[in-house]
């Protein structure tokens, strides 16, 4: 069974920085594309970032570029996201996703069940 | 690209046929995805391509569109589908949601 388990959420303050943690299993993490999705409170589905299998590709959203850093350790089935100088509008449940298969061109198919970040003063 | 979809919020019964419109600002050929997310949950994949109905999920459910302009359609709308709906092209980086469609009970 696929799991992907978020940490490391939590309050902090404007310009601060937060790195989020997901721990994958019941898959062979090393072959799939990850992605973290992000949901301010009461709103829509925003996509942050994305990373290949290999680390090769990485991809980000307009509103994190230069701020926040995806990355991976295969050896240990992890994801992660570097968070740093913090927004307000950065408030959100952060979600570690699994592409559907392998491949290009593919949904998400998996999600964990998301990390709370909040930034306020 | 931007996804505008439409509309935003639905006031339907149970047994009525629901449709839900996407449109890229660009085309995006068959790169688009719906997903479904209830209060509290995660988002889950319905459709991919946009007509291919994913496993499991039940055939009163269906997508059509190419290009631009997509809908997703419920025929018979139950219970368990008052959500909220998301569209995802899959085409490019970044990969932009639609605003979301939130479907509750009339």
């Known amino acids: 069974e696929v799991q992907l388990v978020e940490s490391g959420g939590g309050l902090v303050k404007p310009g601060g920085s937060l790195r989020l943690s997901c721990a994958a299993s019941g898959f062979s993490f090393s072959s799939y594309s990850m992605n973290w999705v992000r949901q301010a409170p009461g709103k829509g589905l925003e996509w942050v970032s994305s990373?290949?299998?290999?680390?090769?590709?990485?991809y980000y959203a307009d509103s994190v570029q230069g701020r926040f850093t995806i990355s991976r350790d295969n050896a240990k089935n992890s994801l992660y996201l570097q968070m740093n100088s913090l927004r307000a509008e950065d408030t959100a449940v952060y979600y570690c996703?699994?592409?559907?298969?392998?491949?290009?061109?593919?949904?998400?198919?998996?999600w964990g069940q998301g990390t709370l970040v909040t930034v306020s003063s | 690209i931007q996804l505008t979809q439409s509309p935003s919020f639905l006031s339907a019964s149970v047994g009525d046929r629901v449709t839900i419109t996407c449109r890229a600002s660009?085309?995006?050929?068959?790169?688009l995805a719906w997903y479904q997310q209830k209060p509290g949950k995660a988002p889950e994949l319905l459709i991919y391509?946009?007509?291919s109905l994913q496993s499991g999920v039940p055939s009163r459910f269906s997508g059509s569109g190419s290009g631009t302009d997509f809908t997703l359609t419920i025929s018979s709308l139950q219970p368990e589908d008052f959500a909220t709906y998301y569209c995802?092209?899959?085409?490019?980086?970044?990969?932009?949601f639609g605003q979301g469609t939130k479907v509750e009970i009339k």
């Open positions: 391509p946009s007509s």
């Open positions: 990373i290949s299998s290999s680390s090769s590709y990485i």
């Open positions: 995802q092209q899959l085409n490019t980086y970044p990969r932009t």
């Open positions: 996703a699994r592409d559907k298969s392998r491949g290009n061109y593919l949904p998400i198919g998996y």
């Open positions: 660009q085309g995006i050929s068959s790169y």
